[in-house]
């Protein structure tokens, strides 16, 4: 076993041919100029900040042969799985999923604005989950495809902290796995969002999992087995 023993709200211990590392939604329309995020007229900062971390966590999960999701959040160029309430909402906000964007229409599949940013692209083996919803669980076949590979421990990191990681985290949590969130590695567009999704993680002794800096998890990651 290998421990995180900075992680909060206490010592994080993991098995790491048991372990995985999710990359949640690293994609143009919601880190690049001209996505989704930006033209809902958020500042996008924040979510390419974190993409040098990320790049050393993926050379770091590599290095030691973790299995590696990429997920990406899309639909459909018909949109048929898109819900309507989903559409609409999108389209109030002044950027409607389907509309055509300077990234193609925007979160439809097979779009560069839906493709994952350049800097860290999956390689050749790495698994990409391509889902309609929130949730890296929805609609998708992640939970089998973990199961098949006798995985048990999450690492999280991507965007939002607060809705598509935080989907995710939740839905982890109620099919067992034990998920540690890197509180450097996720962002939010607003400050005050990621802060609070950070901190609702670790409440009530780990009600969601654990949440840790990446620094301290790659520590624990390259020593040796306790």
Not at 154 to 160: E, N, P
């Amino acid at each position: 076993m290998k421990a995180v023993c900075e992680a909060l709200p206490y010592v994080f211990e993991f098995e790491a041919s048991r372990t995985a590392l999710i990359v949640i939604d690293m994609q143009n329309d919601f880190c690049s100029p001209g996505g989704f995020g930006e033209r809902l007229g958020n500042d996008i900062s924040p979510t390419r900040a974190i993409i040098p971390v990320i790049s050393g966590l993926l050379d770091a999960a590599r290095e030691a042969g973790l299995l590696v999701v990429h997920t990406r959040e899309g639909h459909l160029p018909d949109l048929s799985d898109c819900p309507p309430a989903k559409l609409e909402r999108s389209r109030r906000q002044g950027a409607g999923i389907g509309d055509p964007g300077p990234m193609g229409r925007i979160l439809v599949r097979g779009e560069r604005g839906h493709d994952i940013v350049p800097e860290l692209r999956p390689i050749e083996g790495e698994i990409v989950i391509d889902k309609p919803g929130k949730g890296a669980f929805y609609a998708t076949h992640l939970d089998s495809l973990l199961l098949n590979r006798g995985i048990e421990y999450l690492i999280l990191c991507g965007v939002t902290t607060h809705v598509c990681v935080h989907t995710t985290l939740r839905e982890a949590n109620d099919r067992g796995y034990r998920c540690l969130v890197l509180e450097d590695a996720t962002a939010a567009y607003d400050r005050a969002d990621h802060e609070a999704a950070v901190r609702m993680v670790r409440q009530q002794g780990g009600i969601f999992g654990w949440t840790a800096f990446s620094s301290s998890w790659m520590e624990a990651l390259h020593a040796k087995d306790n």
